[in-house]
């Protein structure tokens, strides 16, 4: 199944939120995937993967402008 760019924004964006407030990653991923009526398993850890990804790449560049060593980093 072809997964839209928004949605993985979307997930992205709450994989960040997430973060910031010591939240359940995955349980913010489940919600937009349910939210965008997202069922098959493959496609739900398809839009996981890749959003976790991408998050992970915006995660390094706020700890490295925040000085947090490389060493640290995802």
């Avoid at 407030?21 to 489940?30: L, Q, T, Y």
């Avoid at 990804?53 to 995660?59: T, V």
Wanted: one cysteine or more; aromatic letters at 10%; hydrophobic letters at 45%.
């Amino acid at each position: 199944m072809f997964i839209a760019q928004e949605i993985i924004e979307e997930a992205t964006d709450a994989i960040i939120a997430a973060r910031d407030f010591c939240g359940n990653e995955k349980e913010a991923v489940i919600d937009v995937v349910d939210d965008h009526g997202i069922k098959a398993k493959a496609d739900r850890n398809k839009v996981w993967k890749i959003a976790r990804f991408r998050a992970n790449k915006i995660w390094n560049g706020f700890q490295r402008e925040a000085g947090v060593a490389e060493k640290h980093l995802f």
